[in-house]
């Protein structure tokens, strides 16, 4: 197991949910559901496997991630749902179209109720779906002893109950129906008990279970021990029964749910998508740089890469107000109670455990990577704080350089800097390393700020020994440590030691201060290109007579180009400056036309 998956699986929550394993090519290989996460998932690496399957399975294993839920059952509900959906090679025993038993209460007069593992669109209510049968079985008996209801498939229309065409039957005689079919029973007194049947299998029990104890303590009385006991386990079974899972909701469309979460500068949003009633997708999204973005931000850039999917539907259930204009057909919710708050709440509850699990694990990635890069480097301290240097230049003009600065060893853009070359001519990059090197850390020290642990310089041992020169000069030389980073043979090379460090290619260390170097040249190169572009294109405005620095900032700003503006006419000129100014631009472009 390596380093990474080891963090993953110790960073587990010790709840309910479903773990999905994925391979080196974030290729789906197994999902599993568990009553406690960090111990199931962690039985596969820490016990010995006896199955030669899960040894294989192991061994592929790259990635983890999960959904946490509220009870075990909603586990096994959401563990079927993505073995459907997702058809992964390792679940080989649930590829099948395994579906849970539902009670049906049928949409016609005096309604029936059973059990069916089939969901039909014909008006009917759905209770369930229920992870066992025999519970299933348990609760129509149940309910039909609280309430007779007829079982047979009677046409029971007031036309034919007045037309006199149905006689009672021995389910009459036995006591289990009260004869609608006739006319004993009457359709509101009828309905009255099926109102009531719907509110047990909503969990609103309360009611019923108060009947029950009080029939319980009146057998007791009575000295009918035998009813007693009976009524006493339809009261535990009461007591375990829970109401229709969020996990599996047939009285819910399909629809995009989005949960949220953020702290100290970073967010994360949990999408659900619901299909016909069934969770089939799931999925996180992380968000650094909290600061820089609203939280309506984060949730629309969510809405991006979730919508570039195939996956479609009429309704999206979000937490707050969030513009959803770039779909008109999308009715947006933000619940207040019932089931698309429970969804929300669940969502909302995933984005939380992932994004307070995943800092825990993204903190101890940067600890043992800085750890590793101190082994190596053979640093005095942790480097938590890393500044990387490069010059840029063309031919000697527009001299430029950059600082990169990395904090945890990922980038801390808000602490980049770049800078312009004061003291140097021409193109001398030891000089100006030894230039930015002083004044980047003297204007440190003046402002009282932390030095970093560690200084990289892009370049061999002439820049490195130009940075050393300042650092001495500033005398911090034995406060921090500095190395340089020649691109070559990606050599590194410490102050005073002839002979570079050379560390494998898959080294992270290296990695690392690659990056360092390639943001550092990257940020540099930007920089000088927007200065060199932007002189060059002063330059050719400010040959033209009476056109000054400050009159082609300003065409420019307008324009856009060059190229737009020779294009101009003379009235679309004399918006932006003088008559006498858009005639001598029009007469040099018209000169340089004709001279080609």
Do not use: W
């Amino acid at each position: 197991m390596h380093n990474e998956l080891a963090t993953i699986v110790k960073n587990l929550p010790e709840l309910p949910g479903v773990y999905r394993y994925f391979d080196k090519n974030n290729k789906i290989l197994y999902v599993g559901k568990a009553k406690n996460l960090k111990k199931r998932v962690s039985s596969y690496f820490f016990k010995k496997q006896e199955s030669t399957k899960t040894k294989l399975l192991v061994k592929k294993i790259y990635n983890i991630e999960y959904s946490i839920v509220n009870s075990e059952k909603d586990a096994l509900l959401l563990e079927n749902e993505l073995i459907k959906t997702l058809q992964p090679k390792y679940n080989i025993n649930l590829k099948d179209d395994k579906s849970y038993p539902f009670i049906k209460i049928y949409n016609e007069h005096f309604p029936r109720i059973e059990y069916t593992r089939q969901l039909i669109k014909d008006g009917s209510q759905y209770f369930g779906p229920y992870t066992s049968l025999y519970q299933v079985k348990n609760l129509v008996n149940l309910i039909k002893k609280l309430y007779p209801i007829r079982n047979c498939t009677l046409n029971l229309s007031p036309k034919n109950i007045q037309q006199k065409k149905y006689k009672v039957c021995l389910e009459y005689h036995i006591g289990n129906c009260l004869a609608p079919c006739v006319g004993y029973q009457s359709e509101i007194d009828y309905n009255n008990n099926i109102n009531n049947i719907k509110a047990i299998l909503n969990g609103k029990l309360s009611e019923i279970k108060s009947i029950i104890k009080n029939q319980m303590h009146e057998a007791a009385n009575e000295l009918n021990f035998e009813t007693a006991e009976a009524l006493k386990k339809r009261l535990q079974f009461l007591d375990e029964y829970s109401h229709q899972s969020i996990i599996v909701n047939p009285k819910l469309n399909s629809m995009h749910v989005f949960g949220y979460y953020e702290k100290e500068q970073k967010a994360c949003v949990n999408y659900l998508f619901i299909k016909e009633g069934y969770i089939t997708k799931t999925k996180q999204l992380y968000f650094n740089n909290r600061q820089i973005e609203s939280k309506e931000d984060i949730i629309t850039m969510a809405f991006i890469e979730i919508f570039g999917t195939d996956e479609i539907a009429d309704e999206i259930v979000i937490p707050f107000e969030v513009n959803t204009t770039f779909d008109k057909n999308l009715k947006a919710t933000i619940p207040k109670i019932g089931d698309k708050k429970k969804l929300l709440d669940l969502a909302n509850k995933n984005a939380k455990y992932s994004l307070l699990k995943g800092k825990n694990i993204q903190q101890e990635k940067s600890n043992r990577l800085l750890a590793t890069v101190q082994k190596d480097l053979k640093l005095n301290a942790l480097p938590t704080h890393i500044e990387c240097f490069d010059n840029s230049n063309f031919q000697g003009k527009f001299p430029v350089a950059a600082c990169v600065v990395f904090k945890n060893g990922k980038p801390s853009k808000k602490d980049y800097r770049h800078f312009n070359i004061k003291t140097v001519i021409g193109a001398n990059d030891f000089d100006s390393m030894k230039e930015i090197v002083y004044r980047r850390y003297s204007r440190m020290i003046e402002e009282q700020q932390a030095l970093p642990q560690l200084i990289v310089i892009d370049g061999g041992k002439g820049q490195l020994n130009a940075a050393i020169e300042s650092l001495k000069q500033l005398d911090i030389y034995n406060k921090v440590q500095v190395i340089s980073i020649a691109k070559r043979l990606e050599e590194l090379y410490y102050p005073n030691d002839p002979i570079p460090l050379h560390l494998s290619k898959q080294s992270e260390t290296l990695k690392l201060i690659q990056h360092l170097r390639n943001e550092a040249h990257r940020f540099g190169i930007t920089f000088h290109r927007q200065k060199r572009d932007k002189s060059t294109l002063k330059t050719a405005l400010t040959n033209i007579d009476s056109i000054g620095d400050n009159t082609a900032k300003k065409l420019l700003q307008h324009f856009g180009s060059i190229k737009n503006i020779q294009q101009a006419n003379f009235e679309e000129l004399v918006k932006v400056i003088n008559k006498k100014q858009a005639n001598n631009i029009i007469a040099y472009f018209k000169t340089k036309t004709d001279n080609q």
